[in-house]
C-alpha cells in the first residue's frame, strides 16, 4: 500500500511539473505573440488583417514533438520507401491521372516538367489531396516562430502568410494543412505560395486546396522556375563492384557534392544496367548514401533530384519522389 501511494505521489508531481511547464510556455507565447503582432503591423500588415488572424491562436505543444521526430530523418530509406512508393500509392497515382488528365497533360506541355513527378509529389505529399491536414496553420507557424530552434525561418513564414492574407491572395479558410505550416495539395509553405503560385483557372485566388488547376500548375511552375530539367534523369540505384573512396559519399541534403560525370563512376566500380545510355553524355552525378552505410541502398543522383531536395530537404524524400515517379512512367 505505502509503495502504491508513493508511486501516486511520484506520479501526481511529475504530472504537475508537466502542467506548470505547459503554463508557464502557454504564458510567455502569450507575450511573444503581443510583440509579434506589433512586429507585424509595424511590416504594414493591417491591424484588421492581423486581428483576424490571431483571434484563435494557440501554442500547440505537439507542433514541437512533430518537429523534433520528422521520418524523413528518423526512418530508415526501405521503410521510409515502403510507406510512400508502393502498390497502393501507385493505383491511386494512375486513379489521379486518369480524373486529371487534361490539366495534366496541358502543364507538362506548357512547363516542360513531367507528369509523373507531379503525380508523385501529389501523392506523397497529401495523398493526392486526401491528407490535406487539419492543423491550423497559424496556429503551428505561431508556435514554431516561438520555439528557438528555427524561429527565424517560421517567423519569416508567418510573416509572408500575413502579408498574403492582407492581400487577399489566401483566405482564413483555407489555412489548414501539416504540423509544419505547408498548405494544400503540394503542401506549399507560404514563401513559395508567394513566389511560385499561380492561378491558373484565373478565378482572382490562388487555392491550393480546393483547385487541382492551381495547384498542379503551381507546383510545375516551382519546378521549372528553381531549374529542372525536362527528360532528365532523377536517380539510379547503383552497386559497387569495388571499394569506393568513401570521401566521395554524400549523407547530407545541404549540399550534394562530388559531381562526377557517369563515365567516371563506371571506371570507379559503379554497377547499375542503364548506366550505359548516358556514358556519352556530360551529365553530372553524385553518390548518395541516405543511411550511411555501405550495405544500405546506394544511388547515383542528378540535377533533378537536387531540385527535389530544394522542395523537402531530405535523401530520403528525394529517392521516393523518384522511385513513385519512375513506377508511374511505367504504367501510364
Keep these: 500500500m505505502l509503495n502504491y501511494v508513493k508511486i501516486l505521489s511520484i506520479s501526481i508531481v511529475i504530472a504537475l511539473c508537466f502542467l506548470t511547464q505547459s503554463l508557464i510556455a502557454q504564458e510567455t507565447f502569450s507575450e511573444w505573440l503581443e510583440g509579434f503582432k506589433v512586429q507585424a503591423i509595424k511590416k504594414g500588415i493591417s491591424e484588421q488583417t492581423v486581428n ?21 530523418f528518423i526512418e530508415k530509406t526501405e521503410t521510409y520507401l515502403s510507406k510512400r512508393a508502393n502498390k497502393k500509392s501507385l493505383e491511386r497515382s494512375i486513379q489521379a491521372y486518369k480524373e486529371n488528365k487534361k490539366i495534366l497533360d496541358k502543364v507538362e506541355t506548357e512547363f516542360n516538367v513531367e507528369k509523373e513527378y507531379l503525380l508523385a509529389l501529389w501523392s506523397i505529399e497529401t495523398n493526392h489531396g486526401r491528407n490535406l491536414g487539419k492543423m491550423d496553420i497559424i496556429s503551428s507557424l505561431a508556435t514554431l516562430s516561438f520555439d528557438k530552434r528555427r524561429r527565424d525561418y517560421f517567423s519569416g513564414q508567418l510573416f509572408i502568410l500575413l ?17 509544419a505550416g505547408a498548405m494544400g495539395n503540394f503542401q506549399f509553405m507560404p514563401s513559395t505560395l508567394k513566389s511560385y503560385g499561380i492561378d491558373y483557372n484565373k478565378d482572382g485566388r490562388i487555392d491550393l486546396k480546393n483547385s487541382s488547376e492551381d495547384s498542379i500548375a503551381s507546383a510545375a511552375n516551382y519546378l521549372k522556375k528553381i531549374g529542372w530539367l525536362y ?4 536517380k539510379l540505384n547503383v552497386e559497387f563492384s569495388k ?29 547499375n544496367n542503364s548506366l550505359g545510355e ?9 553518390l548518395v548514401l541516405p543511411d550511411g552505410d555501405i550495405n544500405s541502398p546506394k544511388y547515383l543522383v542528378f540535377n533533378n533530384y537536387e531540385k527535389i531536395l530544394k522542395w523537402n530537404r531530405s535523401l530520403r524524400f528525394g529517392v521516393s519522389v523518384c522511385t513513385l515517379a519512375e513506377m508511374i512512367k511505367n504504367e501510364i
Design 163 to 179: 502579408e498574403l492574407l492582407d492581400k487577399k491572395t489566401v483566405s482564413l479558410d483555407m489555412l489548414y494543412g501539416s504540423w
Design 278 to 286: 548516358y556514358s556519352n553524355s556530360n551529365l553530372q552525378s553524385a
Design 231 to 234: 527528360n532528365s534523369p532523377c
Design 243 to 271: 571499394d569506393i573512396n568513401k570521401k566521395l559519399f554524400n549523407h547530407s541534403a545541404r549540399n550534394i557534392k562530388n559531381k562526377k560525370t557517369i563515365n567516371y563512376w563506371i571506371n570507379a566500380g559503379v554497377k
Design 52 to 72: 483576424d488572424a490571431f483571434r484563435n491562436v494557440k501554442f500547440l505543444e505537439k507542433v514541437i514533438g512533430y518537429d523534433r521526430k520528422q521520418p524523413e
